[in-house]
């Protein structure tokens, strides 16, 4: 039974950085796309990035292209979203989740807020 | 983009409750559906329109192809509490439908 679990979340003022970590375990890590989606308070799920197996590959929703970077270090079985230049519309419970297509293996999530 | 209703649904015991989502292109049946539980993680329910995920009980169930999709449960427990959701994969950027609110009256 694969497990998930997000890191990294925090208050952090707009125009701040904050890094995400997404730690894995029970599947073959370097087998799998990941992916970050995201839920803004009273919001529904949003796709915020994509990466391939070996990093090689890397998809973004429009509205992040330029501030976030997701990678991956197969050696350490861990997903990061290095986020940059935050704005208020950013604050949200991110998720880390197996897949590109077919999310499953999600974690609890992480609560980024952005705020002053 | 995708259309998902009711945004929200309001059913008893032992109802059966259908979700609708539509696309706004032909997405064959590149669609997936959701479970939500407050302070829970997701979980996939249905893959690829219709097939019902490993473990998951026989009385939810997906149908739809093409840009219209519907969703829905049978004989409603008061477990199935929680807020659904719809997800296309044909394209990028992915993306969910609106969510529909599940309550049990």
């Known amino acids: 039974e694969g497990q998930v679990v997000e890191s990294g979340g925090g208050l952090v003022q707009p125009g701040g950085s904050l890094r995400l970590s997404c730690a894995v375990s029970?599947?073959?890590?370097?087998?799998?796309?990941m992916s970050w989606v995201r839920q803004a308070p009273g919001k529904g799920l949003e796709w915020v990035a994509s990466i391939n197996e070996d990093g090689s590959e890397k998809y973004y929703m429009d509205s992040v292209k330029g501030q976030f970077t997701i990678s991956r270090d197969n050696a350490k079985k861990s997903l990061d979203l290095q986020m940059k230049s935050l704005r208020i519309e950013d604050t949200a419970v991110y998720y880390c989740?197996?897949?590109?297509?077919?999310?499953?293996?999600w974690g609890q999530g992480t609560l980024v807020t952005v705020s002053s | 983009q995708m259309t998902q209703s009711p945004s929200s649904l309001s059913a008893s015991v032992g109802d059966t409750v259908t979700i609708t989502c539509q696309a706004s292109?032909?997405?064959?049946?590149?669609l997936n559906w959701y479970q939500h539980k407050p302070g829970k993680a997701p979980k996939i329910l249905i893959h690829d329109a219709s097939i019902l995920e490993t473990g998951v009980p026989s009385r939810f169930s997906g149908s739809g192809s093409g840009t219209d999709f519907s969703f829905t449960i049978s004989s409603l427990q008061p477990e199935d509490l929680a807020t659904y959701y719809c997800q296309q994969f044909y394209s990028v950027p992915r993306t969910f439908g609106q969510g529909t609110k599940l309550e049990i009256k």
């Open positions: 989740a197996r897949g590109r297509n077919n999310f499953r293996y």
């Open positions: 029970g599947f073959t890590f370097n087998n799998y796309w």
């Open positions: 292109q032909d997405i064959s049946n590149y």
